[in-house]
DNA sequence: TTGTAAGCGTTATCAA
DNA sequence: TTGATAACGCTTACAA
């Protein structure tokens, strides 16, 4: 078996009691009995069963992370390590570790958050995506349970805590440099509609076309998670039409690239040809060919901050409701030209 | 306060130790009692608490992950994502949990594992890496702590569960087609050399070399883990050698990312120039231009058996050690081709 | 400043 | 087939 705080204590000659006063350093114990017993620790190497003492705390310091069932495209896009990466930084720095749930289908994800929850396997929670209707987001709530959203809430924003870029305006401003680059037949292709991420980008582009006084047009229009064949038919049909576009909107990198493949096949020349424009910027945006203009959103940023709010709740449960905007910045590479004039 | 066994117990009128064994479906228990105490934990939506049954049991199904330092490279390696979807699978299947431990210095993941291992916080371990010289694996032999590895163990391979491909067996087949292409003039470009798998994939293809009776050249390999400007340097020297390569063996499907950018940049064709092959057939693999020929090596497969065998070993500790070679396939796309006839 | 003892929610041993 | 009770390793009143 393990050493105990009994061992300790009786190789110390104090009560268990205060041996563990002097793990948290409580400031009742006299320096003299501390260094007794923390010699007492390190000739016992001694280390303290996180397990007991999160059944007397009623606290485990776990933050349990819930993805997107893992069929979707979520996992393979390089978005879920970077945020991983933010939101390890961002628990580690307060010692807190993190559990993942994941499965194949929303029943499985929901069961496993139960578990979490319920199990008391964690003391908090961070959706790693925000969609339109989700059953794991009203459970929580229901039990009033603290948690994060990653990615704006569909309804009830201003009840929610949550860690977002504002893609509406993102979007807006890179339809508007686009027109501004002389576009005015400009597609968009997004992402799956369910997740709130994707109606934003798509709404702030219209918008963008509307104070253009650009009349939008559904053709122009494609969604589709497809980063395969899927996709190949759309663009081809999209490149097809009596007028096709002269730039298009992407809503991620990974999509975009597609884009540039199937465009590729077809021999349509970026940016010669037609414009592309995307977001995430992730590490593939710079080695595609071309390489991609790109709006960064701070992936990392976004992770750390949720970490650090979902904190903040748990060591003071009556915060206020907190918003927090990563910033957000256009990169241009290679993929965005001025409208060719095309002679009549 | 959650709903406990003891609310249950009252409410069916029986003892908490009933209630316990109704949960656990003990034989002994009568069906009649069963069905009483089961409605009864409907009707108060009961839910076991992990955390004590986890200090009854001494055991907490829950399996902890340990990654390389976030720095690394690995993090935006797709082959992270889908090999967390195989140990995800894996561990779900028999209801264990996964708690990832990471960090941005050695020290800091070393810690880490400490904390996991000796706080009581997981039943086993999975390392996601197999290096030279690794402190983390050694602790956990010497604790004599339940362990598998995803990768060869550098030492003691006969000593300890492992995972991987035959990645020596993987670099000498594709090797040896490049060879049956014609070409002689063969370079590798690898990753970082602490990693097992990569001095098994530079193994492999130096015996190939050998064995079809071609002089290694030491101006052909280079050692990089480079992704953007690091490389570039790297593949310029190479290309503008007297007698520069034909063809290309790159240990992993992201720094031949970065090769092909660097050739476009040069205006080197790929494969008419020369002929790129790499490992991991990650989606990009597919999505890049030209579309890399690349070893598809199951990446969710090496981690669904990785989760399995750890459940296997903490189901009975005296399994014997195991080793699980995962098999592997060359994927044929469009950046090798036959040598070129050099006209003199 | 320190010790005693109850309690966190289970499981498991022993008796009944 | 079931019930009492100790135990898991720690924290925290309450007492001293």
């Keep these: 078996m393990a050493v105990t705080i009994k061992d300790v204590a009786k190789l110390s000659n104090v009560a268990p009691s205060t041996v563990s006063r002097v793990i948290a350093n409580n400031p009742r114990i006299s320096e003299k009995t501390k260094i007794i017993v923390r010699a007492a620790m390190d000739e016992l190497g001694y280390h303290p069963n996180f397990i007991a003492r999160s059944l007397a ?20 896009n390089p978005f879920f390590p970077t945020v991983f990466r933010g939101l390890s930084d961002g628990a580690n720095e307060r010692q807190y570790a993190l559990q993942i749930n994941t499965g194949n289908t929303d029943e499985e994800i929901f069961e496993g958050v139960i578990q979490m929850v319920q199990g008391g396997r964690v003391d908090g929670v961070i959706l790693l995506y925000s969609r339109i209707e989700d059953k794991v987001l009203n459970y929580l709530r229901e039990r009033n349970f603290p948690f994060v959203v990653i990615g704006k809430p569909f309804k009830d924003v201003e009840l929610i805590t949550y860690v977002d870029n504002d893609n509406y305006m993102a979007s807006k401003e890179v339809t508007n440099y686009l027109l501004s680059l002389g576009h005015e037949q400009i597609g968009f292709i997004g992402g799956d509609l369910n997740f709130v991420v994707t109606v934003e980008r798509l709404l702030g582009f219209e918008k963008a076309l509307r104070d253009a006084g650009i009349r939008s047009n559904d053709d122009y229009i494609i969604h589709s998670q497809f980063l395969r064949e899927g996709g190949r038919e759309a663009i081809g049909k999209l490149m097809n039409l009596q007028d096709p576009p002269t730039a298009l909107v992407v809503a991620d990198d990974l999509i975009a690239l597609g884009v540039l493949n199937t ?3 077809m021999n349509i020349s970026v940016p010669d040809d037609i414009s592309i424009l995307s977001f995430n910027n992730v590490l593939f945006a710079e080695l595609s060919n071309p ?14 901050q949720a970490a650090k709010s979902l904190i903040q709740i748990l060591a003071n449960p009556k915060v206020p409701v907190k918003r927090i905007i990563v910033p957000h910045e256009l990169v241009k590479r290679h993929s965005c030209s001025h409208v060719s004039v095309v002679e009549l």
């Design 57 to 76: 705390n009623q606290s485990t310091r776990v933050i349990g992370l819930v993805l997107p069932n893992s069929t979707d495209v979520f996992f393979q």
């Design 263 to 265: 465009l590729s096949e």
């Design 291 to 304: 390489p991609l203009t790109s709006v960064e959103i701070n992936i990392f940023e976004i992770g750390y």
